[in-house]
């Protein structure tokens, strides 16, 4: 009886002291998550952590501002613009060898990149040009400056621009114009306060390669002298213009010569009379916009 006791014993006991069987975990299942999101979800519990601003060398710097200073450690050796402590880079955009200065209330040009070919600072407070603004900048192939304040450009600011093919100046208030680069292609001065006194009688002469010319809205009361050769596009409407010449487009020594490259000249809303001038237009393949009666 004790032997059967005993052995009923031991085989109700093993059961109750023996170890449950491991529970099954789920491993993680990585592909089910979008690592977007979570990655989002990091920076952003990052971001929360640091809310409070950064003291860096004794001074307030907030979040948003150190993370900018941050992320480019090269752009802080860009000297500071004349308007701002920020760097140029940080204040315009700088892209592949273009400056895009638009629209941000700046008073002079920035210092610009060594590289920069194009640059755009349209809609800004500019008010003068300095010769020292591009003495250092000889790869520009393009400046715009429209709708500025500009009413001067020191001599010799676009002299050393040997490669600019594109130049605007338009709706500014120069009442004359700086010695162009001899590289132009096209030059914008339209919507300005241009006399004719303003405009050398060589200005254009040596500009081989210009083929678009806006000068309209302005205060011309004639046309420019010796416009070159190469020359196709010329916009002079809305001036004070009220007589031409036969040596103004044509000459008046030459009744062969034609002026085979040039298809548009726009005159219109000037006080001239196009019809008092039929010899001016002899050479022209097509007769200039404008008044005629």
Do not use: W
């Amino acid at each position: 009886m004790e032997a059967l006791q005993a052995t009923f014993f031991l085989v109700v006991f093993v059961p109750l002291v023996s170890p449950a069987p491991p529970l099954q975990q789920q491993p993680f299942q990585f592909d089910e998550y979008d690592t977007d999101v979570s990655m989002g979800s990091l920076i952003q519990q990052d971001y929360e952590m640091q809310s409070k601003d950064i003291v860096k060398d004794g001074t307030n710097i907030s979040l948003d501002t150190s993370l900018r200073l941050q992320g480019d450690d090269s752009q802080l050796d860009v000297p500071p613009t004349k308007d701002t402590n920020l760097p140029t880079c940080l204040l315009c955009v700088c892209l592949s060898g273009s400056v895009y200065c638009e629209e941000i209330d700046i008073e002079a040009v920035p210092p610009l990149p060594k590289e920069t070919a194009y640059l755009y600072a349209r809609f800004n407070k500019i008010k003068r040009i300095a010769a020292s603004d591009f003495a250092d900048i000889t790869t520009l192939r393009r400046i715009d400056f429209s709708g500025n304040r500009i009413e001067e450009i020191e001599d010799g600011a676009f002299s050393k621009l040997l490669l600019l093919e594109e130049l605007s100046l338009a709706e500014n208030r120069l009442v004359k114009l700086p010695v162009l680069p001899p590289k132009l292609t096209t030059f914008n001065a339209n919507q300005n306060r241009i006399k004719s006194r303003g405009i050398k009688a060589n200005a254009f002469k040596k500009l081989t390669n210009l083929a678009y010319l806006y000068l309209g809205h302005n205060a011309l009361e004639s046309v420019p002298l010796n416009l070159p050769e190469s020359l196709r596009v010329l916009h002079l409407q809305y001036n004070n213009i009220t007589t031409i010449t036969d040596d103004t487009f044509c000459k008046s020594n030459n009744t062969r010569y034609i002026r085979t490259r040039m298809d548009e000249i726009r005159m219109e809303g000037n006080p001239v009379v196009l019809a008092k001038h039929v010899n001016a237009f002899s050479c022209l393949r097509m007769l200039p916009v404008g008044t005629y009666y």
